[in-house]
């Protein structure tokens, strides 16, 4: 009994932690939304019931200060053009069919023009709304007025709301994208090594595999995306964070841990393209009517299934050291560069096996697929060894470099005696012309 009981409230404190994001969430678009309403009331030339006020607030209340400027901005700028253009229009005509489609038409030639994006539409709601109503310039005046109200509330509320750069669940989500791409590469490893060689492997048993690896690239692109998405708003809350006039440092690192993690994303995506290729490759070596098909050659596919297996080894590496940016560790970094290296061995291994047969001429060499398996296996290497390993590597080198910075400014910031720092600082300055040798000479 007790430990059912144990379980229960362990569940109860588990749904309480995920939901206390969506609480934060509304607790905030309420507090803000109420805010510009009772703002809004007090504005003599506004409205009598200024609900335009908190609905602008809510529509510019965005998750970072950065996204909610923005949206604020483009909100206002809609709302005060389509109040123009129907003050304009009315003025001259009056009210009909015709001319309220004149109006639609040229307010949205006009959002058109100032490219407000998503906010287009604003602009002939605001233009239907002024046009329609009997005091037209009241009406437009006590519109502009509550969406001023709105956007600025909207903003206060973004800066007392605003948070801590979101890293964590940017980096999360490269690491976990990085496990999903190290699966497609152990999967392509383990059939390649348990296809059976001969005529079988030409009835279809491989290619049937490679269609599948096609779905499962299918699928990582629109995982791509969504990382994508998360790794923007990580970026985007580290933009005009009132917590960098707080703890300058840590924003700092946070803009160079995303940096860092949109070049990782970059890798992983050229890693999922190149391995589009080499399943195109495989695929069509399996299929390809003729004894000196590459993929035929049962040690070739093994040799081939260990340059992906070692390669997805290295991925899963390279997800646990982007799930540790901006902090980093080195063990990590050793153990990637060492996997990267023995695979480069095993990629020399396949390029010897995948030489060009000279035969009798009597039945082609199929050499273009062969250099098209060896030119997508060093592209996959390659790639992922250079534009993953120098991302992280960047920002991890920058956090430890600011960290020694701070301990060797807070040390030399403490009081000494006159004689003690007369005689310390020749060996300031010989360890500083020391080191800015070193990596002078250091080679890039």
Same mark, same amino acid.
């Given at each position: 009994m007790d430990v059912l009981r144990s379980i229960m409230l362990f569940a109860f404190a588990f749904r309480l932690r995920s939901a206390r994001p969506a609480a934060s969430h509304i607790t905030r678009l309420t507090a803000t939304a109420t805010f510009a309403y009772l703002v809004a009331l007090v504005i003599p030339i506004g409205t009598s019931r200024p609900v335009l006020a908190p609905l602008t607030a809510l529509l510019v209340l965005q998750a970072s200060l950065y996204q909610t400027i923005r949206s604020a901005i483009r909100k206002v700028a809609s709302v005060t053009v389509g109040v123009l253009v129907a003050v304009a229009v009315a003025t001259f005509i009056g009210f009909s069919w015709w001319q309220l489609a004149l109006v639609i038409a040229g307010a949205l030639v006009v959002g058109r023009a100032l490219r407000l994006g998503d906010d287009l539409l604003e602009v002939p709601i605001s233009a239907m709304l002024i046009f329609s109503s009997v005091g037209t310039h009241v009406a437009a005046t006590g519109r502009i007025v509550d969406t001023l109200v709105g956007a600025v509330a909207g903003l206060a509320g973004g800066l007392v709301f605003t948070g801590k750069p979101r890293v964590r669940p940017a980096s999360s989500a490269v690491g976990e994208l990085a496990g999903q791409v190290s699966g497609l590469m152990d999967q392509m490893a383990h059939d390649l090594t348990h296809e059976p060689s001969g005529e079988d492997v030409r009835a279809g048993a491989l290619a049937d595999d490679a269609r599948q690896w096609l779905g499962q690239n299918r699928v990582l692109r629109v995982e791509i995306e969504k990382v994508d998405d998360?790794?923007? @708003?990580? #970026?985007d809350s580290t933009r005009l964070n009132p917590r960098a006039l707080v703890a300058p440092a840590d924003t700092a690192q946070a803009t160079e841990a995303t940096v860092a993690l949109r070049g990782g994303l970059e890798a992983l995506e050229h890693a999922t393209l190149t391995l589009r290729g080499l399943t195109r490759s495989v695929?069509?070596?399996?299929?390809?009517?003729?004894a000196a098909s590459p993929i035929r050659d049962q040690s070739t596919r093994e040799q081939l299934a260990s340059v992906l297996a070692k390669l997805g080894e290295a991925?899963?590496?390279?997800?646990?050291?982007?799930?540790?940016?901006?902090?980093?560790?080195?063990?990590?970094?050793? @153990?990637? #560069?060492?996997?990267?290296?023995?695979?480069?061995?095993?990629?020399e291994e396949l390029a010897n096996l995948l030489k060009p047969q000279l035969g009798d001429g009597s039945e082609p060499s199929e050499w273009p697929l062969r250099g098209e398996l060896i030119t997508h296996v060093d592209r996959l290497r390659s790639g992922l060894s250079v534009e993953a390993v120098d991302a992280v590597a960047r920002v991890q080198r920058s956090a430890r470099h600011k960290r020694r910075a701070r301990v060797r400014t807070t040390a030399w910031a403490r009081p000494t005696p006159r004689s003690q720092s007369s005689r310390r600082r020749p060996q300031r300055q010989s360890a500083s012309s020391s080191r800015a040798t070193s990596s002078f000479q250091r080679p890039r």
């Open positions: 998360t790794v923007r @708003e990580a #970026a695929l069509d070596s399996a299929e390809a009517a003729s991925s899963r590496t390279y997800g646990r050291l982007m799930q540790a940016t901006p902090t980093g560790d080195e063990s990590l970094e050793e @153990e990637l #560069a060492a996997e990267f290296n023995e695979a480069h061995e095993l990629q």
